[in-house]
Structures are given as structure tokens and as C-alpha cells.
């Protein structure tokens, strides 16, 4: 018989199965019959023909088994058949099921959200042709900071690369386009018109940027992604050709991107895309210059570090070309590639993998604490396997029933972790979501549902197999005699339950060692002096559509005259205009700039890199922050006066160790003199847990648009500090109607309390604390259980041991303090692994830990108490139970 028809011969039994056994049964009752008939007609008695008829045919029950065989349908009756007795067993144990269940489904659920995450960020899905291929490309100076290169750059090594295909470059702008609803904001980009070919993607309608569509006067067209062309334009299908307007100018629609695609893909936003039109600006080179972040596709064969070598000799050539005062400036310079995956997820891999780790730990516990309680049950139902194996059972017919018990309890387990994963996944996507760049909804995707259906066979194997071989394993004499369960396990058993609970216990220190390192960090962020006032203060950012403002001086114009409103405002105690807020993951200017004598021009100047920050006087009274030498800024400091400026300790003991402060001032080509008037107490800019980088403070009401520190200060951002006489968060609305007054444009201004600024300035430390409390806790309770459990299982089988032990006079307390004590054992062996493993990878947190070591003792000691004391209550309870046994009642039972 060929396979096909085998085949066809399975599938017709397995798909018309009734009908198969109803014919089955005929042809096999047939056969019987007519046997039967003849041994008639050769002179025995119909009864006596059909008994020996059956005798010498079968029963019809075993032929149909032997037909069933040949047909190939046995297999899948007996998985049939081990399923329904399966879900039988489950449905009679409640309790049992019911805790497996939920330890489980903790277990799975909390390794499918992590892996949800881990999807979406370190192995999402790029909507680009082999992403693997893509590169992101930068120059990078000595200390390893990196920056974008200019287009004449970029040219010479498109030109002259040989490990690069090709070379895309793109920048973001601000945008706003018109639609029914009025202008909304848009992420616009733009972008060397190759950028779509070298990312292997081309409109689904339309047409990609032409390459002299970057000529000026000839860029005035646009590509919409689909977001833009459905949400904004309401999926107009003639929209191609037409106009629409942005920035107040009108734009050609060329093109039209697929649905899923995004560039750059760190973003969630509407994207529009312009060609780059290639003024007589980019064939120069100064720190005025355009810039651009590059994007290329390598060629096969081509590695990273030969890449970086190719273009770091390519570049030292370029840099020959630079200015003359820019060649002296520059550190040693070269390239770097970097695979364009990577980039979009380098600030949180390490919390990533630190918080897959501790999910791994967390599910490693649940399989041994399940395991556990498989091994306890099965030793439980010995006699039933005994029975079975008396029956004629295999080992392996039993084995393979207890394993599909524990296939369908990883198969619930993973149904309802899936469950509690989206769940949880829902409740923190805002959280998640500040910390991580994750889409809008996490959905379970094919990799994700392969990803939990390989970890529920898993978890099945790791706590179901081990048992159940063990519990086949049981001699049937020695099972078939015992009278009841006292005495049912071996010992061997026994310390491989023990064994089992140590680790769980060890994994879960683990876990919560580091919550109390990540925790201990936390404290210790929360009381470093911050060297300013963070309580009644808000932080207002206007945010301006700056195509209208183009060429206007905006602090005159919009930020004074809004400055001047809220300060009138009622509940306003004083406000102030700065550039830089302190700890604010947002805009920061670092600049390098030359420190002079101001004693004439024989006085060579010095090149040093700082913060640059404008502020009005009134700064000092809403920061509260302190002065080392001299003063701050005040009223007397006017756009008519010499202008002055500030700088802080670092940058005084940094480019001004030798000199008095005082007598030297800020210069930068072609501008006027600033000279320094006072020196700040440091204070935290940056982050808490790094120290004050150098800075140097400029008057905001002496700059003028003709100053070259006007445009890295007032034009690229300002805020509004603002103290209030009363709880902040009251005040906000009177500030958002303010704004409007002021200005309409200020709408989409945000508004933030100084406090929630220095909250997200400690995210990644609070979020990996916050998460491995959830871990911790959860896998502390899952080891507990399992001690619980262990310890509850013992008493019952121990029960007459204990029973006699207090017939012949041991008092209850020993009765307690046997099991306390093997209760104590197990959770001093734990904690010492626990430990040791803690130890030896403490390193790995080092990267999340401020004000605290590794290895701090104090904390390895604190958690190992916590372990100890809630195992000793968990024990609690099943010694008590042990020391109230009923010494007649447990001889009775026998």
C-alpha cells in the first residue's frame, strides 16, 4: 500500500470515524455469524457454534482494536484517552489543580510579558528590506560621544566606501500640516531622496523623491505615511498629485508609504517625508553648518569593524578640508557602524536583560515548586499506579499518562498566563511605555505564541516528566501492601523534594537581593542633595510652530511677554526664563567654546567643552539654588550693560584651577565679551547619580539675536520656571488659560512639577526596582507555597510516626520543633545558595546601583532575615497541625 493511500485510509477513519466503527462492527458481526452458520450446518448446537465462533474470531471490542491499529487511529484514541482521563484526575483534585494552576500561570504569564516587551524592542520586526543589512553611521570622538556628519561627509563615503552599497541621510524638522481639523502637529523628516531605496521600500502609491527633486526650488514635494494619508487626510484616494500644506507652504504629493512603515522606527507618531534641497551651506564645513544622521547598507561579506576602519580613513582625509580653527578643535576622529537595530534599543538592553534574567528565575521556581507537587501527588497515588502496572501497563503506558496530566495543566497554565500577561501588559503600557519604545498595544504576535507554546512544552518536561518516571518506577509488591499512605515515599524522594524547595528558596533570595540592591539605590538617589529646590515649583516648555516665528526674535516677541503674564498671575510667587532645566531628559546644550583673559588678543584662548544655559535674575529665587562666589544675575543686568554670565564649581576647578575666576571672560568669534561675575555651588544637571558637568549661565535679558550664544540658548528652547505660593498642580490651568491669552500658538505647551522632573530623572532604577518588587514578591510567595506544601505533605504522611511519638510522651513543642527544625534546614541551605549565586553575579547590577555595592552585606543580611522569617511562618502552620495529631485517631487510621 502506498503512503498516499495509507494516508487517505487514516484520514477517512479519523474524519468519518461513526460511520468507520459502524461498518467496522457489521462486517466483524458478519464474520462471526457466518462462522457461526457453519458450524451449524456441521452439527453442533447454534449456543455451542457461537461460542466457539468468538473463541476462534475474537471478541468484536479486540478485533476492532487490532482494526483500529492497522487503520493508524490508535494513537490518537489513546491521546483521547489520556486526555479525558487527565481532565478527570484534574476535576477531582480541585485544590491541587487550582494551586498548579495559578503557580503556573504567574510563572509563564510574567516570562510571555517579558517576552512581548523583548519583541517589540530588542527583536521587533523592522518594516525594511533585510533590516540585518542597515547601519546607522557617526563620527565619534575619543571619548566615545558621537556626532552626526556633514553632507560633504557623507558624499565622500558614499564615494569612496567599497564595504557599503549605498548611503541615505535624513534630519528631523519641525512640522505642522493643514487639515479639516485645522494645523496638527507632525513628525516630519528630511531626507536624501535615495533614503527609500537604500531601506529596500517604495510607496504603495505613487513614486519615490527623484534625485533632482533635492535641488532648491524643486523640493516642494512630500511622502505621507499611511497613518498620515488615513488619520489626517481621511484616506482621500486621489490625494497623489495634489497639494497640501505644510509649514504654510504647499507640498506636491508624490507618494504614499505601506501601512506598517515607519523611519526612523523609534516612533509611533504620523511621519511625512521632504527631500533635503542642497544649499550652497552644505558644501561647507563650520559649527554652523548642517548636519545629518546617516543610514547605509552594507555589502555581503563586509563587517562592522572593517566598515569603521574604511570610513576612519576616509574621514581622516576629510578632515583636512575643515576650517582651519575647527582642525585644531577636533579630537582624533573617526567612524563608527552600528547595526540599526541596535540603535533604537541601546539605553534599555541592560534593564532588559537584567529583567529576562529575573523572569527566568522566577519561572525555574515555579517548575520546581510544581514539580514538587506533581512528585508529591504522584507519590500519593501510588497504589492506583501499582494497580495499573498490575493490570499490565507498561512503565512507559504509565509514564506517558502522567506526562499528558502534566502537558494539559502547562497547556491551562499557559492559556490563563497569556491572560495575565496582556493584563498586565494593559495596566502598565503607560509606564512601560515612558521607559521603553513600545507601540501603542502590545498584542500577541505568531513569535510570541510560538514563544509560549515552546515554553509550555518546556515547563511540562522540567516538572512532569522527573515525577513521573519516578512514581512508574515504585516496586507493585511493595505498593500493592501498603494499607494507606503512611510511609509512601522513598527516601530518595524525599531529599529530591527537599532539594527541589532549597532551590526555589536560593533562586527567590536571588531575586530578592537585587530588589533590595535596586531598592537601596532608590533610598539612597532620594537623598542626595540636588543643590536646588525642587517643592512649588512647575516647569512650563512653550512649544511654538517655528515656521512661523521664522526670522523674529521669539524671547521679545512671545517668552517675555509671557514671562511678564505669569508672573501677575495670582498664586505666583516669582518665575524666571532658562534654556536648561535641571535633571530634564530634554534639551541640553554642550557646546565647545574659548575661555580668554580679555587682557588683548596675545592672550591665546582656551578650547573647553560646557553647558550653555541662559537665565533671567530671577532664577536664583525659583531654584533656591546658592551661590559660591559672587552673584547671580539681577536687575541691573540690562541688554545696554556689559554682558556677564555665571559659571559653576566644575568648571571653575576644571578650565580655571591656577587663576581667580573673576578676571577672566567668555568669548566667541566675532561677538562681544562675557565676563564671569560669579561661581554657582554645583548642583545635579544631568542625572543624581553622576556628577556636575561644567557650566556656564548667560543673562537671557542681554542676549540679542545677533549674539552668537543667542541661537544655542534662546532659539533652540526655553522654559518658564515658576514658583508657586500654593500646591502647584492648582495652578496649571490658570497657566494653560494664560498661554492662550498670551499667545494661541502655546496650546500644545506642556506643563510639569519640578518633583515629577526629578522623578523620571531616577526612571530606569525605579522602573527595574518597581519591576523586580513585583518578581521578588511573587517568587517569594511560589517558594513559600512550595515549603508549605512540602512541610503539609510530610505531616500527612509522617502522621503515624507523629501519632506514636506522642502516645510514648513527646510533648507538642517537640512535635513543632522537629519540623520548625527541617523547616530551617532546608531555609539555611537555600539562603546559602542564594547567596553565593547573588555574589558571584552581583556585577551584572552594577550598571543600576548608586550609593550601594553589589555585595553590600547589610543588604544580603536584611533579605536573608525577611527569607527566613516568612519560611519559619510558613512553616508555622503545618507544625502546629503535626504537633495537635490525635494519637488514637492516628493509630486507628491504620
Known amino acids: 500500500m502506498s503512503a498516499a493511500t495509507r494516508l487517505r485510509t487514516w484520514w477517512k477513519a479519523l474524519a468519518h470515524r461513526s460511520t468507520l466503527e459502524s461498518e467496522m462492527e457489521a462486517e466483524l458481526r458478519f464474520h462471526i455469524e457466518s462462522y457461526a452458520a457453519d458450524l451449524v450446518r456441521n452439527g453442533l448446537k447454534p449456543e455451542e457454534a457461537m461460542r466457539r ?51 503556573l500561570a504567574l510563572g509563564i504569564g510574567a516570562n510571555a510579558a517579558m517576552f512581548s516587551i523583548v519583541d517589540a524592542t530588542l527583536l521587533r520586526w523592522l518594516p525594511y528590506h533585510r533590516a540585518n543589512e542597515l547601519v546607522s553611521v557617526n563620527l565619534v570622538n575619543d571619548n566615545g560621544g558621537s556626532s552626526w556628519g556633514y553632507y560633504q561627509d557623507l558624499v565622500a563615503w558614499q564615494g569612496q566606501s567599497h564595504a557599503l552599497q549605498s548611503i541615505a541621510y535624513y534630519n528631523a524638522i519641525e512640522g505642522y500640516l493643514e487639515t479639516k481639523s485645522g494645523q496638527e502637529p507632525v513628525s516630519t523628516y528630511t531626507v536624501s531622496a535615495n533614503l527609500f531605496s537604500v531601506l529596500g521600500v517604495q510607496p504603495v502609491q505613487g513614486r519615490p523623491f527623484l534625485s533632482e527633486e533635492q535641488t532648491p526650488g524643486k523640493g516642494r514635494v512630500v511622502i505621507l505615511s499611511n497613518a498620515v494619508w488615513r488619520n489626517m487626510l481621511q484616506a482621500d484616494p486621489g490625494v497623489v498629485g495634489k497639494q497640501v500644506t505644510l509649514n504654510d507652504q504647499p507640498y506636491t504629493v508624490v507618494g504614499i508609504m505601506p501601512p506598517r512603515f515607519i523611519f526612523p522606527a523609534n516612533e509611533n507618531n504620523p511621519q511625512i517625508w521632504v527631500p533635503v534641497e542642497i544649499t550652497p551651506a552644505h558644501f561647507k564645513m563650520g559649527f554652523d553648518e548642517p548636519t545629518y544622521q546617516a543610514i547605509a547598507r552594507i555589502r555581503k561579506g563586509s563587517s562592522l569593524a572593517s566598515i569603521g576602519t574604511e570610513l576612519s580613513g576616509i574621514e581622516s582625509r576629510q578632515v583636512l578640508l ?45 517548575c520546581a515548586n510544581v514539580a514538587n507537587l506533581m512528585l508529591a501527588r504522584s507519590m500519593a497515588r501510588q497504589r492506583e499506579i501499582a494497580v495499573r502496572g498490575a493490570l499490565g501497563a507498561s512503565r512507559w503506558r504509565i509514564v506517558r499518562q502522567l506526562f499528558t496530566e502534566s502537558l494539559v495543566l502547562s497547556a491551562m497554565g499557559s492559556a490563563a498566563g497569556l491572560g495575565l500577561a496582556q493584563l498586565a501588559l494593559w495596566i502598565f503600557n503607560q509606564t512601560l511605555s515612558l521607559r521603553l519604545n513600545l507601540p501603542s498595544y502590545l498584542a500577541p504576535n505568531p513569535a510570541v505564541l510560538i514563544a509560549l507554546l515552546v515554553l509550555s512544552v518546556v515547563s511540562a518536561v522540567l516538572f512532569g516528566f522527573l515525577p513521573a518516571w519516578l512514581a512508574s518506577g515504585t516496586p507493585l509488591e511493595h505498593a500493592l501492601r501498603q494499607s494507606s499512605l503512611q510511609g509512601g515515599g522513598s527516601r530518595g524522594r524525599h531529599r529530591l523534594q527537599q532539594a527541589m524547595v532549597v532551590a526555589e528558596i536560593g533562586l527567590s533570595l536571588v531575586l530578592l537581593i537585587a530588589c533590595g540592591l535596586l531598592l537601596r539605590t532608590v533610598f539612597a538617589l532620594r537623598q542626595v542633595p540636588l543643590g536646588f529646590r525642587t517643592d512649588h515649583i512647575l516647569m512650563v516648555q512653550p512649544n511654538l510652530p517655528r515656521y512661523k516665528y521664522r526670522g523674529l526674535d521669539t524671547n521679545q516677541s512671545v517668552y517675555q511677554p509671557l514671562l511678564r503674564r505669569i508672573q501677575q498671575l495670582p498664586g505666583v510667587r516669582s518665575a524666571s526664563i532658562t534654556t536648561l532645566v535641571p535633571l530634564h531628559k530634554g534639551f541640553a546644550a554642550v557646546l565647545s567654546l574659548f575661555l580668554g583673559t580679555g587682557k588683548g588678543p596675545g592672550g591665546k584662548p582656551t578650547q573647553i567643552d560646557a553647558q550653555l544655559k541662559a537665565a533671567g535674575p530671577e532664577l536664583q529665587d525659583v531654584l533656591g539654588f546658592r551661590m559660591a562666589r559672587g552673584r547671580y544675575f539681577n536687575q541691573q543686568d540690562t541688554p545696554d550693560s556689559p554682558p556677564v554670565a555665571v559659571v559653576n564649581k566644575a568648571f571653575a576647578q576644571l578650565y580655571l584651577p591656577a587663576g581667580d575666576v573673576m578676571d577672566f571672560q ?90 515629577q522632573i526629578v522623578e523620571e530623572s531616577m526612571g530606569s532604577q525605579t522602573f527595574a526596582a518597581h519591576m523586580l518588587e513585583v518578581f521578588g514578591g511573587t517568587a517569594l510567595l511560589v517558594a513559600l507555597a512550595g515549603l508549605y506544601g512540602l512541610l503539609s505533605y510530610l505531616v500527612a504522611q509522617r502522621n503515624r510516626e507523629l501519632g506514636v511519638r506522642i502516645a510514648l510522651g513527646a510533648q507538642r513543642g517537640d512535635i513543632m520543633g522537629i519540623l520548625l527544625g527541617q523547616a530551617g534546614r532546608m531555609l539555611l541551605a537555600g539562603a546559602a545558595i542564594g547567596i553565593a549565586v547573588a555574589y558571584l553575579f552581583g556585577r551584572l547590577l552594577a ?8 555585595h553590600d552585606l547589610g543588604t544580603m543580611f536584611a533579605v536573608t532575615v525577611l527569607l527566613l522569617a516568612c519560611g519559619l511562618a510558613a512553616a508555622y502552620l503545618p507544625a502546629r497541625t503535626a504537633s495537635r495529631v490525635d494519637p488514637m485517631q492516628a493509630l486507628r487510621g491504620e
Not at 720 to 744: G, H, K, Y
Open 53 to 103: 465462533a468468538r473463541l476462534e474470531l475474537g471478541t468484536i471490542p479486540s478485533q476492532q482494536e487490532d482494526c483500529r491499529s492497522s487503520f493508524g487511529v490508535r494513537p490518537w484514541d489513546d491521546l483521547l484517552a489520556d486526555l479525558r482521563y487527565a481532565f478527570r484526575q484534574l476535576r477531582h483534585t480541585p485544590a491541587f489543580t487550582v494551586t498548579v494552576l495559578v503557580v
Open 322 to 366: 575643515y576650517p582651519a580653527e575647527m582642525r585644531g578643535e577636533l579630537p582624533l576622529t573617526r567612524v563608527a557602524a552600528t547595526p540599526y537595530r541596535e540603535t533604537l534599543v541601546a539605553q534599555s538592553r541592560p534593564a532588559l536583560l537584567a529583567l529576562i534574567a529575573a523572569v527566568g528565575i522566577m519561572w525555574l521556581i515555579a
Open 666 to 755: 567668555l568669548s566667541s568669534a566675532g561677538n562681544r565679551h562675557a565676563k564671569i561675575v560669579g561661581v554657582l555651588d554645583d548642583f545635579h544637571q544631568m542625572s543624581i547619580d553622576h556628577p556636575s558637568f561644567p557650566e556656564i549661565d548667560l543673562c537671557a535679558t542681554q542676549l540679542r539675536p545677533t549674539d552668537g550664544f543667542y541661537q544655542p540658548t534662546l532659539l533652540a528652547h526655553v522654559e518658564i520656571a515658576v514658583r508657586t505660593q500654593t500646591d502647584p498642580e492648582q495652578l496649571i490651568p490658570s497657566l494653560r488659560r494664560a498661554m492662550l491669552e498670551i499667545n494661541p500658538d502655546l496650546q500644545t505647551s506642556s506643563v510639569q512639577t519640578m518633583q
Open 847 to 854: 550598571g543600576f546601583l548608586f550609593g550601594v555595592q553589589p
